[in-house]
Structure formats: C-alpha cells, structure tokens
C-alpha cells in the first residue's frame, strides 16, 4: 500500500521560514520523480516544486531564490525547505509521487504565512 506523509506545515510570520518532509511507503522511492504542490483557497492546484530520480529540480517562478526541493533516498523523504515567506505562500502543500502510470499523493499539510 503506497502511502505518502507529510509534516512540517503550521504558522509562520512574513519572512520566515519552514520545511516540509514527505516520507513514502510502499513504493521503490528512489526511481519515482517527487514533486510538491500547492493549492490556495479559491484557485487551483500548482506545482511549486519538483525533483526527478536522478535529482533534477525545478521551481516554479514565484519562489524561485526562496525555496529549495531536495530528497533523501535512503529515507524515502522529500523535502521542501521554504524561506523568505510571503502571505501569499499560504496554502495547502501536496506531496506528490510519479512513475510510469503510478501517481501518489499525501494529505496535504497546512501552511499558513500570517502576522
């Protein structure tokens, strides 16, 4: 049974910062790209975030400079380390895990970027 955890999420003031961790279980980690979506209130989901098997990564423009995707294979995690927060960083993080026709996804994990 694949199943994907995130942690990490909460409340944080403008300018600071968080990391999340996405564990995976079930799946062969270290051949899936990972990526982390995000979905505020009213619009649809994005990707923020992705990072392939063999560690390529990419950032969506809006955070590009401020927020790093990296994995652990020996950990099956992805993280994503996010600084300089803005409001409108606010939303709910996806974990997400593609390979072949398998795409996984984790509950979400709240983050909120308020003063």
């Known amino acids: 049974q694949v199943q994907l955890v995130e942690s990490g999420g909460g409340l944080v003031q403008p300018g600071g910062s968080l990391r999340l961790s996405c564990t995976a279980s079930g799946i062969i980690f270290n051949v899936y790209n990972m990526g982390w979506y995000r979905q505020a209130p009213g619009k649809q989901r994005e990707l923020v975030a992705g990072i392939t098997s063999s560690s390529y990564t990419n950032l969506a423009d809006s955070v590009k400079g401020r927020f790093t995707i990296s994995r652990d294979n020996g950990k099956k995690t992805v993280y994503l380390q996010m600084n300089s927060l803005k409001p409108e960083d606010t939303g709910v993080y996806y974990c997400?895990?593609?390979?072949?026709?398998?795409?996984?996804w984790g509950q979400g994990a709240q983050v909120t970027v308020s003063s």
């Open positions: 997400n895990a593609k390979f072949a026709r398998s795409d996984c």
